[in-house]
């Protein structure tokens, strides 16, 4: 894959590739193709609850931009209360996860090499809106959630974690 652009883009607001994915809206603002192999980037619309089991990279890093609402970020032994306006970064090699913690949370997530992001497109669901989908009638298949992610260079090393009693 080239590491080139071959030219500026823009995606407004609203706009992007969007995918459905454990009870998440994911809008792609950049994929590993429109960036030339370099990045790509997501903002997350969750509901509270809403987590991703700890996991480690082998290829990339991962950054975390809080946009709007409060979530938990566990990187390696530590678990910041990211607000808005708050950076996570997550180095590669280093376990993380992180759990929405109000009643919706919005973030930009950030990968620093490419194709980490067609895990979501693989196991998510194309979004026929750029809303929230409802809410999940039964339990996703873990088993091909976690296959998967090995297959992108991902070590799921444990179950998402849980919203804090602080706000229940």
């Known amino acids: 894959m080239t590491a080139e652009l071959s030219t500026p883009f823009h995606t407004a607001p609203g706009e992007g590739l969007a995918v459905w994915q454990l009870g998440a809206l994911l809008t792609f603002k950049v994929t590993s193709e429109a ?4 990045c790509w980037a997501k903002e997350l619309l969750a509901p509270r609850g809403m987590a991703s ?4 990279h082998s290829q ?16 390696g032994a530590d678990v910041i209360r990211a607000v808005p306006g708050s950076f996570v970064w997550g180095p590669r090699s280093v376990p993380h996860a992180f759990c929405v913690e109000s009643e919706t949370a919005k973030m930009l997530v950030f990968g620093t090499a490419p194709g980490f992001d067609r895990f ?3 196991t998510g669901t194309p979004a026929v809106s750029h809303t929230l989908p409802a ?3 039964e339990a996703p298949d873990l088993n091909t959630l ?4 090995r297959k992108h260079g991902v070590e799921v ?3 998402p974690p849980l ?6």
Do not use: C, K, Q, W
Request: glycine share 10%; aromatic share 10%; net charge negative.
């Open 60 to 75: 990339e890093d991962e950054a975390f931009y809080v946009l709007d609402g409060e979530v938990s970020i566990y990187v």
């Open 146 to 149: 976690v296959a998967a992610a």
């Open 135 to 137: 809410p999940a009638t």
């Open 35 to 38: 960036s030339g192999g370099r």
């Open 53 to 56: 089991p700890r996991h480690v």
């Open 157 to 159: 090393t444990g179950p």
């Open 120 to 122: 979501f497109r693989d």
């Open 163 to 168: 919203p804090s009693a602080m706000n229940a």
